[in-house]
């Protein structure tokens, strides 16, 4: 894993945050806040595929910037961006529900 690879998978993790928050509009948090969300969720997810082996199709996938890896840190960085904006959406529409309960 090089700096290469992680700043695609960020990239990429704010792209899918922000398409992600356009698409669920209980999870919008805003450009900035999309963004900001998705970047965490893509390095994570980026990081996670990647300790978990399953960061490409070749055997060299997770080192440098080949096509496998590069398909790879885009494809785990953009469903890390959107899966953590869906758990920000669950969690505000869980606090709003406890807010009209209250």
Known sequence: MDIANLLVQVVAGAVGGNVAGSKMKNANLGTL???????????LGGQILSALGASGLAANAGTGLNL????ADLAGGGVGGAIIIAIIGAIKKSMAGQAKGA
């Open 68 to 71: 496998e890896a590069i398909v």
């Open 33 to 43: 806040g999309n963004s900001i969300a998705g970047i965490l969720g893509g390095g």
